[in-house]
């Protein structure tokens, strides 16, 4: 199947040229319904601890990683870190302690931050009692860094007895202790983050703390009056629910996480907790002052949806001006009314807090929750400062660039008229329900797709119920959905798309970068444990 004439211009419109002529023409995002029943896929795990009262906690904000080396060379050109993987305590709800695993032992783990170009070696020590690998999400990285699901560090001490440890078949790579992960970081500046990717266990251990942020930035960025250093903030949003004691809950068949994978009950459909955390806090607070802040929201929880409004709205215009994605820089901004982010995904917003009088709360709300679930954060507008920055009309001319250098040249080769259809559904394995990518369960072993390195394809993807598809290494520009325009908040470089129910989405990659063997999954956890997931190699 070719792409449409249509197809093609509409990438001009939404992602090349055009996010400020849809911010003129439509100027709010309205092609996602407002409904609560058709929005959530998964079920709700109540704490039996006592909840805190909402807005009663500061945000904090991840620490940023130094490295423990440089190259020594005259011009260096990377840079070396350790992390260890490991248990740790935090005082989540106040007064109770919480029981982590975490990168360096913290949740979220620190922050990374790098230059476009400039490569990061990241060494990952495994002191936790289980198998670990980690993927660097929205990284464009060589396969044997990527954080295949069978790739797996072992426990340093050795008294691990997983059910795969011993297996010798080869799909199952073992380090023993510690594995050094590459990152050449060719690739745009952009908000990724990092968390674990084990097989069968991806849930329960992000659940347990282990993801955090990895930003690059590069030149382009840095010379835009965005802004910065304190007002480029990252927000983790998370859910999770608590134990009496403050222990996190989650419905594993084996809390030890080293026999028998998987959840129990309806619980497969995604596990939903009833307390809502930023960065690691539950219903902060901020303090800002009466001017612009940039935002870099990314969705890490395991199955939750949002659908994220202020409360009160602005004095004028609409509150959000989204400047990236999940791949970097919009080429212009986008504004928006609310911003429905699901698990994995990334929204890039700057919020103008100067239409808002000193003393206003200002209260982050999901539009898609209920009771406790139905807020995220509040912000405090106390400081009266001098605004420094601005958002520009245009942001990032690398889509043009890239076209320049045959992008979407390639569109009229015969590799861009190749499509491959991938099926997210219900299925039945060995006689139990399961989730499947074209009635089939993940097979390390087997491979679902073959692209050619340098070359362009369209995807088609289909859905059951909701399912945010992360597709490995590359990013991708969404066609359409159902045949018709896909909404605003589809701009940019995306490496996740959310599915909705019995949806069909077209998007359009480019397997350029490296050779090697890559996942498809879905990143509901509860689903990509449940055996969604599928290989290609780019060959």
Same mark, same amino acid.
């Given at each position: 199947?070719?792409?449409?004439?249509?197809?093609?211009?509409?990438?001009?419109?939404?992602?090349?040229?055009?996010?400020?002529?849809?911010?003129?023409t !439509?100027?709010? !995002?309205?092609s996602?319904? #407002?409904?609560?029943? +058709?929005?959530?896929?998964g079920?709700?795990?109540?704490? %039996?601890?006592?909840?805190?009262?909402?807005?009663?906690?500061?945000? /904090?904000?991840?620490?940023?990683l130094?490295?423990?080396?440089?190259d020594?060379?005259?011009?260096?050109?990377?840079d070396?870190?350790?992390?260890?993987?490991?248990?740790?305590?935090?005082?989540?709800?106040?007064?109770?302690t919480?029981?982590i695993?975490?990168?360096?032992g913290i949740f979220?783990?620190?922050?990374?931050?790098?230059?476009?170009?400039?490569?990061?070696?990241?060494?990952?020590?495994? %002191?936790l009692p289980?198998?670990?690998?980690?993927?660097?999400?929205?990284?464009?990285?060589?396969?044997e /860094?990527?954080?295949?699901?069978?790739?797996?560090?072992?426990?340093?001490?050795? !008294? /691990?007895?997983?059910?795969?440890?011993?297996?010798?078949?080869p799909?199952? #790579?073992?380090?023993?202790?510690?594995?050094?992960?590459?990152?050449p970081?060719?690739?745009r500046?952009?908000?990724?983050?990092?968390?674990?990717?084990?097989?069968?266990?991806?849930?329960?251990?992000?659940?347990r703390?282990l993801?955090?942020?990895?930003?690059?930035h590069?030149?382009v960025?840095?010379?835009?009056?965005l802004?910065?250093?304190?007002?480029?903030?990252?927000?983790?949003?998370?859910?999770?629910?608590?134990?009496?004691?403050?222990?996190?809950?989650?419905?594993?068949?084996?809390?030890?996480?080293?026999?028998?994978?998987?959840?129990?009950?309806?619980?497969?459909?995604?596990?939903?907790?009833?307390?809502?955390l930023v960065?690691?806090?539950?219903?902060?607070f901020?303090?800002?002052?009466?001017?612009r802040?940039?935002?870099?929201?990314?969705?890490?929880?395991?199955?939750?949806?949002?659908?994220?409004?202020?409360?009160?709205?602005?004095?004028?215009?609409?509150?959000?001006?989204?400047?990236?994605?999940?791949?970097?820089? #919009?080429?212009?901004?986008?504004t928006?009314r609310?911003i429905?982010?699901?698990?994995?995904e990334?929204?890039?917003?700057?919020?103008?807090?100067?239409?808002?009088?000193?003393g206003?709360?200002?209260?982050?709300?999901?539009?898609?929750? +209920?009771?406790?679930?139905?807020?995220?954060m509040?912000?405090?507008?106390?400081?009266?400062?001098?605004?420094e920055s601005?958002?520009?009309?245009?942001l /990032?001319?690398?889509?043009?660039?890239? !076209?320049d250098m045959?992008?979407?040249?390639?569109l009229?080769?015969?590799?861009?008229?190749?499509?491959r259809?991938?099926?997210?559904?219900?299925?039945?394995?060995n006689?139990?329900?399961?989730?499947?990518? +074209?009635g089939?369960?993940?097979?390390?072993?087997?491979?679902?797709?073959?692209?050619? #390195?340098?070359?362009?394809?369209?995807?088609?993807?289909?859905?059951?119920?909701?399912h945010?598809?992360?597709?490995?290494?590359?990013?991708?520009?969404?066609l359409?959905?159902?045949?018709?325009?896909?909404?605003?908040?589809?701009?940019?470089w995306?490496?996740?798309?959310?599915?909705?129910?019995?949806?069909?989405?077209?998007?359009?990659?480019?397997?350029?970068g490296?050779?090697?063997?890559?996942?498809?999954?879905?990143?509901?956890?509860?689903? %990509?444990d449940?055996m969604?997931?599928?290989?290609?190699?780019?060959?």
């Open positions: 199947m070719a792409i449409t004439r249509k197809e093609f211009l509409k990438l001009g419109t939404l992602g090349l040229v055009g996010g400020a002529g849809l911010a003129l !439509s100027g709010v !995002s309205t996602w319904p #407002l409904g609560r029943g +058709n929005e959530m896929t079920n709700l795990l109540r704490s %039996e601890a006592q909840l805190p009262e909402p807005f009663g906690v500061p945000l /904090s904000v991840p620490p940023v130094k490295p423990v080396r440089t020594s060379r005259a011009r260096a050109t990377t070396y870190y350790e992390i260890t993987l490991k248990e740790g305590e935090a005082e989540i709800l106040p007064g109770l919480t029981a695993w975490g990168y360096d979220p783990g620190p922050t990374i931050k790098s230059r476009s170009g400039r490569k990061v070696v990241v060494r990952y020590h495994n %002191e289980v198998p670990v690998t980690t993927h660097l999400h929205g990284g464009r990285t060589p396969s /860094s990527d954080g295949y699901p069978t790739d797996l560090i072992l426990p340093k001490s050795g !008294s /691990s007895h997983t059910h795969h440890e011993h297996s010798a078949d799909i199952w #790579l073992f380090h023993r202790g510690s594995k050094d992960y590459v990152y970081l060719e690739q500046a952009a908000t990724l983050w990092y968390h674990d990717h084990r097989m069968d266990f991806t849930g329960p251990q992000i659940w703390g993801a955090g942020f990895h930003i690059v590069d030149d960025e840095d010379a835009l009056p802004p910065k250093d304190k007002k480029d903030v990252p927000l983790m949003l998370c859910d999770r629910s608590f134990g009496e004691g403050g222990s996190f809950l989650y419905p594993s068949l084996d809390p030890s996480l080293q026999g028998k994978p998987g959840v129990k009950g309806n619980y497969m459909d995604g596990v939903l907790g009833d307390t809502i960065n690691g806090v539950p219903w902060p901020m303090e800002v002052s009466n001017t802040y940039r935002f870099r929201i990314l969705n890490a929880s395991n199955a939750r949806r949002y659908r994220l409004a202020l409360d009160p709205g602005p004095s004028d215009g609409l509150p959000f001006v989204q400047v990236g994605s999940d791949g970097g820089l #919009l080429w212009a901004p986008i928006h609310t429905p982010i699901a698990p994995a990334r929204f890039d917003v700057v919020i103008d807090f100067s239409k808002y009088p000193l206003t709360g200002v209260t982050l709300k999901n539009h898609l929750g +209920n009771g406790t679930t139905s807020r995220v509040r912000f405090h507008v106390v400081h009266k400062e001098k605004e601005t958002v520009p009309e245009r /990032s001319d690398m889509a043009e660039r890239l !076209s045959g992008e979407f040249k390639a009229g080769d015969s590799n861009a008229r190749l499509t259809k991938f099926s997210f559904t219900r299925a039945f394995h006689g139990h329900e399961v989730w499947a990518i +074209n089939k369960v993940f097979d390390p072993s087997r491979i679902d797709a073959r692209p050619k #390195l340098g070359s362009t394809e369209i995807w088609e993807l289909t859905t059951d119920v909701h945010p598809v992360h597709i490995h290494q590359v990013h991708f520009k969404v359409s959905r159902n045949g018709g325009e896909p909404p605003p908040t589809d701009a940019g995306k490496d996740t798309i959310d599915l909705r129910p019995f949806e069909v989405a077209r998007v359009l990659a480019r397997f350029d490296y050779r090697g063997k890559y996942v498809i999954h879905c990143h509901n956890l509860e689903h %990509e449940m969604m997931m599928a290989n290609f190699v780019v060959v």
